[in-house]
Antibody, heavy 121, light 108 residues
């Protein structure tokens, strides 16, 4: 079964750091475009970052320079290292696979259940 | 950066048709995807490539995209369709993904 399972969320003080993990099963992370998407309390979905199957990475302007997306070299995991955290980073963070067929992007077809990050003093 | 605009809310009676819009500059030139998110749950892809339904999504769900508006249409609305619906595109100018603000569908 194709699944994603996030972990690593928690309570952190402003200025602190946190690393989120996303373990995939049923498919290979490195062969797919993988995203992090977040949702602040009572708000809509906000795209955070992507790592393409080829390795290129991109970030939303709101997190660029503070967050780093990566993949494990041997485990089937995706990560998001979050530094210099701000109260506005408080959200549920989801990892999601982006389906690609013959170079055409067909949406995020697999999502994890999310992990909650709370930035507060 | 590219902006997608959705109405915050929509209320529909059971059995009626819900039409959820997603506005963007020349969005008809982009590929639009739609997600359904029920309370306390992760999003689910309900429409991709403007008008294609993933397996398991009822035929009551359909999509279109033209000009400056993409639309998700749900016919014969049921209580189980109550959820937040968000559109999403690929912003080719910067390789970012963009979500609309979401529309909360209430079934009366």
């Amino acid at each position: 079964e194709v699944q994603l399972l996030e972990s690593g969320g928690g309570l952190v003080q402003p200025g602190g750091s946190l690393r989120l993990s996303c373990e995939a099963s049923g498919f290979i992370v490195r062969d797919n475009n993988m995203n992090w998407v977040r949702q602040a309390p009572g708000r809509g979905l906000e795209w955070v970052s992507i790592v393409y199957s080829g390795g290129n990475t991109y970030y939303a302007d709101s997190v660029k320079g503070r967050f780093t997306i990566s993949r494990h070299s041997s485990k089937n995991n995706l990560y998001l290292l979050m530094n210099s955290l701000r109260t506005e980073d408080t959200a549920v963070y989801y990892c999601a696979r982006e389906r690609v067929v013959r170079g055409v992007l067909l949406g995020m077809d697999v999502w994890g259940h999310g992990t909650t990050v709370t930035v507060s003093s | 950066s590219y902006v997608l605009t959705q109405p915050p809310s929509l209320s529909v009676a059971p059995g009626e048709t819900a039409t959820i819009s997603c506005g963007g500059n020349n969005i008809g030139s982009k590929i639009v995807h739609w997600y359904q998110q029920k309370a306390g749950q992760a999003p689910v892809l309900v429409m991709y490539y403007n008008s294609d339904r993933p397996s398991g999504i009822p035929e009551r769900f359909s999509g279109s995209n033209s000009g400056n508006t993409a639309t998700l249409t749900i016919t014969r609305v049921e209580a189980g369709d109550e959820a937040d619906y968000s559109c999403q595109v690929w912003d080719t100018s910067n390789d970012h993904r963009v979500f609309g603000g979401g529309t909360k569908l209430t079934v009366l």
